[in-house]
């Protein structure tokens, strides 16, 4: 198993996996191949990609923006889960975002999705039930 910094000419692979795995919400333009080029370029040590015998089988997105990590997209292929490589991906992003002097890393994860939630809670990430997530799409907002 290695695990190694995710570059774009990976984004076929990953991209597959991620359409494949429930619990992945896509966005078009930002899980475009040129979003995802724009995300690695202004990120480009802390996205992290897995492979098994060449093939990529679990991948994890951050980002920051120089006060907080935000990750998207931890997944893991089926047939490789429960051996400890999803957390070994998130030590990755942790590592390169201390690193980079980064103190604190954010993530959504659905309410209902339950393995989710119970993976991240083992790795000790907390969440706050008296938080409201709010968004504006830019392109919905006439200025
Ligand atoms: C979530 C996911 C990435 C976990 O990957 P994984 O490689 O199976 O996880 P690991 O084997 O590294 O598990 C790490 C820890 O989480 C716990 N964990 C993992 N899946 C769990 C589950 N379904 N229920 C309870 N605990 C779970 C493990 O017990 C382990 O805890 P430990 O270190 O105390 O033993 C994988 O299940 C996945 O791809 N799921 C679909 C996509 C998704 O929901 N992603 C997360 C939402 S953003």
Redesign the pocket.
Known sequence: MIIEKMKIDDYDEIHQIWSI????TLRAIDDSKEGIERFLKRNPNNNFICRIDGNII?G?LCGHDGRKGF????????N???????????ENVIKSLKEENITKIG????SD???????????GFRYFKNLKYRILPLDEFNT
Do not use: C, M, P
């Open positions: 795995t429930n619990g992945t679990g994890i990750i998207y997209h931890t997944v893991v292929n089926e490789y889960r429960d051996r400890g490589i999803g957390k070994k991906l998130v993530l959504l994860v659905n999705n339950i393995s989710g939630n119970n993976f991240w809670e083992s790795l």
